[in-house]
T-cell receptor
Framework: GAVVSQHPSWVICKSGTSVKIECRSL??????MFWYRQFPKQSLMLMAT?????????EQGVEKDKFLINHASLTLSTLTVTSAHPEDSSFYIC?????????????FGDGTRLSIL | GIQVEQSPPDLILQEGANSTLRCNFS?????LQWFHQNPWGQLINLFY???GTKQNGRLSATTVATERYSLLYISSSQTTDSGVYFC?????????????FGTGTLLAVQP
């Protein structure tokens, strides 16, 4: 149980385009979803936290107008990288946490490798 | 904010050897998880261990919350154990819990 699906796995696109990444909880309802970014040979850094039906909370230094997060249902959150540039190339990972139990661990998707040319 | 440091940063083992990875954190935490990130980037949840000791096959983990550290033991290592090991701590603040990841240990198991 507790499966999180993330799509796409790989994205290569031209500078200036927008890219949407989906994160779905397949077998549980996720009150909260998290988005992380990982640069090569570095740790995971939390970008933002999204709660179903409300605006996302962004970590300090993350541009909310560039990284648009939508959490429209209890099973789906999306991250849109708007007007992507080469410096946005990174590994993006989502996670989801089940509702009503703050002791539940976060469950992670397989990540999306984003390459901006 | 809370700092999470892992040691060693890099480790090379021969297949069959044992190892201990350490995670130190700078403040009290509510929960702690250990992850293995494989070469494809997938994060595998190994242990959810806010305190005490747990074992799963060749892996075991111990967290001593009062002393702010956790240890991950790998016995009889295999090449498939290669990858990066992260610990992550969680502190409750407001309505949402956040995971703060450690610096990671890069493990290479050689045949």
């Amino acid at each position: 149980g507790a499966v999180v699906s993330q799509h796409p796995s790989w994205v290569i696109c031209k500078s200036g385009t927008s890219v949407k990444i989906e994160c779905r909880s397949l077998d549980f309802q996720a009150t909260t979803m998290f988005w992380y970014r990982q640069f090569p040979k570095q740790s995971l850094m939390l970008m933002a936290t999204s709660n179903e039906g409300s605006k996302a909370t962004y970590e300090q230094g993350v541009e909310k107008d560039k990284f648009l997060i939508n959490h429209a249902s209890l099973t789906l959150s999306t991250l849109t990288v708007t007007s992507a540039h080469p410096e946005d190339s990174s590994f993006y990972i989502c996670s989801a946490s089940a509702r009503d139990n703050r002791f539940q661990p976060q469950h992670f998707g397989d990540g999306t490798r984003l390459s901006i040319l | 904010g809370i700092q999470v440091e892992q040691s060693p940063p890099d480790l090379i083992l021969q297949e069959g050897a044992n190892s201990t990875l350490r995670c130190n954190f700078s403040d009290s935490v509510n929960n702690l998880q250990w992850f293995h990130q494989n070469p494809w980037g997938q994060l595998i949840n190994l242990f959810y261990i806010p305190s005490g000791t747990k074992q799963n096959g060749r892996l075991s983990a111990t967290t001593v919350a009062t002393e702010r550290y956790s240890l991950l033991y790998i016995s009889s290592s295999q090449t498939t154990d290669s990858g990066v090991y992260f610990c992550a701590v969680e502190r409750y603040g407001g309505a949402t819990n956040k995971l703060i990841f450690g610096t990671g240990t890069l493990l290479a198991v050689q045949p």
